[in-house]
C-alpha cells in the first residue's frame, strides 16, 4: 500500500488530453513538492515534472503538473502513442523523514 | 556526458549480503545528495535511501532500516549501498538516482542492477 494514492490505470485516444490524480495527506503532498516521473517500459524512470508545476528542458509542454492542498495532478494533452508508461507521483513525507512514491498509473494510449 | 552506472547486482540466499556501487561522471559529485530507489518484479518504484553531499546524513524506507545502509566515496564519485540480512522481498531492479540541486528532484537515473533473494 502506497502513501501517494493513483489510479492504476488511465487510458486516452490520440490527441485527447488526460489527467492523473496523486492523493496524499498534510505531511507529504500538503507541506512539499511534489515531482512526477515517467517510466517507458523496460527503462529507467525519468523526470517529468519538478516543484508541482515545473518541467524540465527537454520535456514537452503537453506535460503539465498542479497541486492543491493534498492532492496533485498530472495532465497530458495532445496525447502521443509514445506517452505510453508508468507514471509515477512523489513527494517528501516530514512524519516518515522519506521519499514516498504512489503505486503508479499505467497510461494506455488506445 | 552526466551518467550514473550501478553495478553489484546478482543472486544472494536469504540472508546474505551484497554491495552495489553507482559510479558517477560528467558532474561534480559532492555537489549532490544521492539516492537508492527499487522496483520489484512487475511492480512501482519504491525509495530505499539518501544521502547528503558529505555522507554525514542519511535517511532509510522503514522496510530497509538497519539492515541497508548507504555511503559515499566522493573522491571515488561513487555511491554505495550496503544491503545485510537480504530477503525474499528486497528482490528488485535498484537504481540510483541523482536529486537535483534546488528541489529539482530525481534529475539523473542510472540504469539499474538486478539483486535476486533466493535459496
Known amino acids: 500500500q502506497s502513501v501517494l494514492t493513483q489510479p492504476p490505470s488511465a487510458s486516452g485516444t490520440p490527441g485527447q488530453r488526460v489527467t492523473i490524480s496523486c492523493s496524499g495527506s498534510?505531511?507529504?503532498?500538503?507541506?512539499?513538492?511534489v515531482y512526477w516521473y515517467q517510466q517507458l517500459p523496460g527503462t529507467a524512470p525519468k523526470l517529468l515534472i519538478y516543484?508541482?508545476?515545473q518541467r524540465p528542458s527537454g520535456v514537452p509542454d503537453r506535460f503539465s503538473g498542479s497541486k492543491s492542498g493534498t492532492s496533485a495532478s498530472l495532465a497530458i494533452s495532445g496525447l502521443r502513442s509514445e506517452d505510453e508508461a508508468d507514471y509515477y507521483c512523489?513527494?517528501?513525507?516530514?512524519?516518515?523523514?522519506?521519499?514516498?512514491f504512489g503505486g503508479g498509473t499505467k497510461l494506455t494510449v488506445l | 556526458e552526466v551518467q550514473l552506472v550501478e553495478s553489484g547486482g546478482g543472486l544472494v540466499q536469504p540472508g546474505g549480503s551484497l554491495r552495489l556501487s553507482c559510479a558517477a561522471s560528467?558532474?561534480?559529485?559532492?555537489?549532490?545528495?544521492m539516492h537508492w530507489v527499487r522496483q520489484a518484479p512487475g511492480k512501482g518504484l519504491v525509495w530505499v535511501s539518501r544521502?547528503?553531499?558529505?555522507?554525514?546524513?542519511?535517511n532509510y524506507a522503514d522496510s530497509v532500516k538497519g539492515r541497508f545502509t548507504i555511503s559515499r566515496d566522493n573522491a571515488e564519485n561513487t555511491l554505495y549501498l550496503q544491503m545485510n540480512s537480504l530477503r525474499a522481498e528486497d528482490t528488485a531492479v535498484y537504481y540510483c538516482?541523482?536529486?537535483?540541486?534546488?528541489?529539482?528532484?530525481?534529475?539523473?537515473w542510472g540504469q539499474g542492477t538486478t539483486v535476486t533473494v533466493s535459496s
Open positions: 538516482a541523482r536529486d537535483g540541486l534546488y528541489n529539482s528532484g530525481l534529475d539523473v
Open positions: 560528467g558532474f561534480t559529485f559532492s555537489r549532490y545528495w
Open positions: 544521502i547528503n553531499t558529505d555522507g554525514s546524513s542519511t
Open positions: 498534510r505531511s507529504n503532498i500538503g507541506s512539499n513538492f
Open positions: 516543484r508541482n508545476n
Open positions: 512523489v513527494a517528501w513525507d516530514d512524519s516518515l523523514s522519506g521519499v514516498v
